[in-house]
């Protein structure tokens, strides 16, 4: 009511500034309105700061003897998105980076057990070629045309887990299933070709649990609240007609159709099925509206459908989950790769935690030095100290409220 209202209005005073308040207010209180799920933002959270850690990496790994300047990072924070001192964010995760200072010049490279873990997911890399070319394979056989551009497919590579060099590594393992075309001769025209059709690998994700439950007639898992009793309602009425499955050709399909619906419902499952995480961004998913024969206003139809997709916009990233994929905040069915970049998660949060722990040691030995600190606090450090030294070997990172304090510093991206 009130955007109708305000729709009235701008008409009606007919001015650049009313009509752009107008759609700006549109844009953010209509479109993207969907109740937060805190277990799926939280995943999210901690994707992030993987995903920044492993941009990281890579540039140090490209980078001659695989040493590289702080202030080169620091260069390169505008494009992963980050703010502040690159400096101090590699500080926050000495179990992952080595700082070190040469020549009055900070340099960065991963420690020793951040190179373990490199290792450890090439040779998983290596092990899983097979299974990244059916996955091409199963995204070029979605495409209605069954070529996708190379370019476009490169901002999906890390959601699919594919290599950086997946062209060499892998397509000319497979010369009778890919090819690489090039009609008009520029980089940026090359397209991926799939030569033949599997039926063995046409079968999407929703059938084959269908099939592993006994049942002949393929539908969506729905795993809202009981309570979202109209929600309930809608999918279930969208659940009851027939799955059309993202594998026929939709070209006989109506543009607006309950049909086409349920087919672009099943693709975009589909393809977050595909993906390592169960995410993509929105917008990638519209760099691909031609190629999958999406609609123009995607982000509408999966808001309709709460039950199957969860969209979020942490960090101004329009991102939609497939809600299935997660219990809580953890993702159920996990990739070897996912697996291995668990471990660096893991690493992460445990250099964190020993800087969080230096960081308040410092500042309490500050604070005694000025003779400020309480008899509270110097038994609180009593206690974590000893907590740290008892006979638990897996230390106060396992003690729950010493755990709250660090999840809150690792996932506010606030926090120093």
């Not at 992963?80 to 500080?91: C, P, V």
Request: aromatic share 10%.
């Amino acid at each position: 009511m009130f955007l109708n209202n305000l729709n009235r209005c701008s008409h009606k005073h007919n001015s650049p500034s009313s009509s752009s308040i107008f759609y700006y207010l549109h844009r953010n209180f209509s479109l993207w309105s969907m109740k937060k799920d805190p277990d799926l933002d939280s995943a999210l959270s901690r994707n992030r700061r993987w995903i920044v850690n492993n941009q990281i990496k890579n540039i140090i790994l490209r980078y001659p003897n695989q040493d590289a300047p702080v202030k080169f990072l620091q260069k390169k924070f505008k494009t992963l998105d980050l703010q502040g001192k690159a400096l101090n964010w590699l500080k926050k995760y000495p179990c992952c980076f080595d700082v070190y200072l040469q020549k009055d010049e900070y340099h960065c490279k991963l420690s020793k057990r951040m190179l373990l873990l490199v290792e450890e997911e090439e040779s998983v890399k290596e092990m899983q070629e097979p299974v990244f070319a059916e996955r091409l394979s199963r995204l070029l056989m979605l495409s209605v045309n069954h070529r996708l551009n190379v370019v476009k497919l490169n901002e999906l590579k890390r959601n699919l887990g594919f290599p950086d060099d997946y062209l060499i590594r892998i397509l000319p393992k497979y010369p009778d299933t890919f090819r690489l075309v090039n009609h008009c001769g520029r980089r940026s025209s090359m397209e991926i070709e799939l030569l033949s059709w599997n039926p063995d690998l046409a079968i999407s994700s929703v059938e084959v649990s269908a099939r592993k439950q006994g049942s002949s007639k393929p539908c969506f898992s729905c795993s809202l609240p009981s309570t979202w009793v109209k929600s309930w309602e809608r999918f279930n009425e969208f659940n009851a007609t027939p799955y059309i499955s993202p594998y026929l050709d939709s070209r006989g399909l109506l543009d607006g159709s309950k049909e086409m619906e349920k087919r672009i419902v099943g693709l975009v499952h589909e393809l977050l099925s595909l993906t390592l995480w169960k995410k993509m961004s929105i917008v990638k998913l519209g760099h691909f509206k031609r190629e999958f024969n999406l609609p123009d206003k995607l982000n509408i139809l999966l808001l309709k459908h709460p039950g199957i997709f969860y969209v979020s916009n942490r960090y101004q990233i329009y991102t939609v989950l497939l809600r299935e994929g997660y219990n809580g905040s953890e993702l159920i069915d996990k990739d070897p790769l996912v697996v291995v970049k668990d471990k660096f998660g893991e690493l992460m949060q445990e250099g964190l935690h020993e800087y969080n722990r230096r960081h308040y040691e410092m500042n309490l030995e500050k604070q005694k030095k000025k003779g400020i600190v309480s008899v509270r606090k110097e038994k609180r450090s009593t206690e974590i100290t000893e907590q740290d030294d008892s006979g638990d070997k897996l230390g106060g990172l396992f003690d729950p409220e010493e755990r709250k304090r660090f999840y809150k510093v690792l996932f506010d991206d606030d926090a120093p």
